[in-house]
């Protein structure tokens, strides 16, 4: 998989409310399909969010050895303003779906989109995008930036 990141920008006051990402990308449903349902738990939003979780995790966290022989292992996040991001998301659906402010379904698919963004653009250079993320504090707004700032194209 191999994501190419095109940023472009508008002119205002604010250069950060107008920046559009897009990020080049390549079909990986392939992946998904070769998850064993055993590995993927059990999730609210359903199977197929189950199985774009599990690769979330496959692809951005790595466990590394403290030392050779110890047990004890840290776990290093690649690109962690972009996980960390995604899981605010994440819980920010949940607890929409539980105070009934948005549906079940409608939740599910708008992570689903949040984790293909980020599924595809693991490899691509997401600095600038990873800035924004950083500076913005709430899930609603880091929700906006992957849903109206960020396209993938193939």
């Given amino acids: 998989?191999?994501?190419?990141?095109?940023?472009?920008?508008?002119?205002?006051?604010?250069?950060?409310?107008?920046?559009?990402?897009?990020?080049?990308?390549?079909?990986?449903?392939?992946?998904?399909?070769?998850?064993?349902?055993?590995?993927?738990?059990?999730?609210?939003?359903?199977?197929?969010?189950?199985?774009k979780n599990y690769l979330l995790d496959k692809k951005y966290v790595k466990e590394e050895e403290l030392t050779p022989g110890n047990p004890a292992t840290k776990?290093?996040?690649?690109?962690?303003?972009?996980?960390?991001?995604?899981?605010?998301?994440?819980r920010e659906l949940k607890r929409a779906v539980r105070k009934d402010e948005i549906s079940l379904s409608s939740a599910a698919d708008t992570?689903?989109?949040?984790?293909?963004?980020?599924?595809?653009?693991v490899t691509a250079d997401t600095e600038d995008l990873e800035l924004l993320l950083d500076k913005t504090r709430s899930p609603k707004s880091k929700l906006d930036i992957f849903k109206n700032r960020v396209e993938i194209y193939f």
């Fill in 1 to 51: 998989m191999f994501a190419t990141n095109s940023v472009s920008s508008g002119k205002g006051t604010n250069p950060d409310e107008l920046k559009k990402f897009r990020f080049k990308s390549y079909k990986t449903t392939d992946d998904m399909d070769k998850v064993p349902l055993n590995l993927i738990g059990v999730h609210p939003f359903g199977e197929i969010i189950a199985r």
């Fill in 75 to 90: 776990v290093v996040l690649r690109k962690p303003v972009l996980y960390e991001s995604v899981k605010s998301i994440e």
């Fill in 111 to 121: 992570y689903g989109q949040v984790l293909d963004i980020v599924l595809n653009i």
